[in-house]
């Protein structure tokens, strides 16, 4: 019979020493929303789950200045909470849309960036906020910047007996927007053909960029950052023009693929939609937080 | 090798035998014989198989039963009281035909039951929001949306007139 022992460690620690003890053997299941699926399709067979989805230590949204989340913070929790919404919205547009409510409630934030698909939802969010990743083993911890995390499709920097226990976010710069728009072809439980995160710092004119971060998903084999169409953006006025420039510049970094889904050339030409349509988004909300 | 676990379902509390690889889907119906959450396409996609668990509605088919010890579970047996009267969420399908095949109903009604505890009057958009992750293969999205609407109005106390024009 394909089965598995399935393990409910007490503490992070607990579960440390348990991937210690099973190796390549076990694999960690938070919500299970992925986990499962992959086990019941056979592409995972692990002897072993060890579970985190009742560690109230990885499960926890702090402000003060920046912003930490706990990896098994549920994204149904990122959702409800106004201080995200209100504070980085980027965050809420991406968790808001994410599946379904069923599977906002099991599913977490940790789990979404560890099993590293192109098109995870919450990665371009975390790109654009320059966020850090905690990792943790028995022989201690480590941290990476999230723009170094991902080495391909379902691959990550994680070594065997590594966990990933914390986001750490800086706090942005003072009149910042920041949007995530991904393109699908309906509006629920679809994974984006395209997905776009976008960071906009003005300086004092509201108008001119000091810094901008721009983040693409499913534009090639990780979430990848849009450093040139970055860099062409800072120092510039923003308006409806700069931002299509960024856009095309944008697109032609990213490298993506023909799916089933999309097409290489389509998508290309949807990110060079949205950045401009997120760009401008970022423009209303960095002068919404500036009035408030 | 089997492991007993004990949670509540429906306000009773059951000990049961499963096996580790099982999910909550499966001791519903099988162990349970609680036959109202649907098996649909077992990957949590579809949403026929939403129960609550502690307050929540999740994808019971890939929710690992294990993870349900010591928890509360909800299932649509869990909505009529005691007396055998329908929940009014159960009775506004009813009235406003927001039930065709019926194959979604339960898993519709769970996630309705949970947006209207958190949020008694709704906007449309809010409606469409929480039943996203439920698809009804009859297409019968606006009378459940009307079902729901309703079921707001009579549980709230408002007039039924305000909630047909809605």
């Excluded at chain 1, 590293?116 to 943790?136: C, G």
């Excluded at chain 2, 307050?55 to 579970?73: F, H, M, Q, T």
């Excluded at chain 2, 009378?143 to 106390?157: C, F, K, T």
Aim: contains cysteine; charged residues 20%.
């Amino acid at each position: 019979m394909r089965t598995f022992e399935y393990l409910k460690p007490a503490s992070v620690n607990k579960a440390l020493a348990l991937l210690d003890l099973y190796g390549d053997q076990a694999k960690l299941i938070a919500g299970g929303t992925d986990v499962m699926v992959q086990w019941k399709k056979r592409i995972i067979s692990p002897q072993v789950l060890i579970s985190l989805r009742n560690l109230a230590e990885l499960s926890f949204i702090k402000f003060g200045g920046g912003l930490e989340i706990g990896a098994g913070t549920t994204h149904r929790a990122l959702e409800l909470s106004p201080e995200i919404r209100e504070h980085f919205p980027v965050i809420h547009d991406a968790v808001s849309n994410l599946g379904s409510v069923q599977v906002r409630n099991s599913g977490t934030i940790g789990g979404n960036i560890c099993n590293a698909a192109p098109s995870a939802d919450t990665a371009p969010p975390l790109l654009v906020l320059d966020t850090n990743v905690r990792i943790a083993s028995t022989k201690g911890e480590r941290t990476v910047a999230i723009r170094d995390f991902f080495r391909g499709p379902s691959r990550t920097v994680l070594q065997t007996g590594e966990l990933v226990t914390l986001f750490s976010i800086p706090a942005p710069l003072p009149r910042t927007g920041m949007a995530y728009s991904k393109h699908t072809r309906r509006k629920a439980m679809d994974l984006p053909i395209v997905g776009v995160a976008v960071l906009l710092s003005f300086e004092e004119d509201l108008k001119t960029c000091r810094k901008a971060a721009i983040a693409l998903g499913v534009a090639a084999p990780t979430p990848m950052r849009a450093a040139n169409a970055e860099a062409f953006l800072a120092g510039k006025p923003v308006d409806k023009t700069t931002l299509l420039e960024a856009g095309k510049i944008a697109s032609e970094e990213a490298s993506p693929r023909t799916t089933i889904r999309g097409s290489a050339w389509y998508r290309k030409e949807i990110i060079r939609v949205l950045v401009r349509r997120t760009g401008l988004i970022c423009m209303e909300r960095a002068k919404g937080a500036a009035r408030s | 090798m089997k492991l007993t676990i004990g949670f509540s379902v429906n306000g009773d509390s059951v000990e049961v035998e499963v096996l580790p690889h099982w999910n909550l889907l499966k001791v519903l119906r099988d162990v349970l014989e609680l036959t109202g959450a649907k098996q649909g396409c077992g990957e949590g996609e579809c949403g026929a198989c939403t129960v609550l668990v502690n307050g929540a509605p999740v994808n019971s088919c890939i929710y690992p039963v294990l993870e349900v010890e010591g928890k509360e579970v909800t299932t649509i047996e869990g909505l009529m009281d005691k007396s055998g009267r329908l929940h009014p969420i159960q009775q506004a399908f009813l009235e406003k035909a927001g039930v065709q095949c019926g194959f979604c109903t339960p898993g519709m009604i769970m996630s309705a039951f949970a947006l209207l505890k958190a949020n008694p009057d709704p906007t449309e958009d809010e409606i469409r929001h929480a039943i996203a992750g439920n698809m009804c293969r009859c297409t019968g999205y606006v009378q459940i949306v009307e079902s729901v609407q309703h079921a707001a109005a009579v549980m709230s106390g408002r007039s039924q007139e305000r909630a047909g024009k809605e």
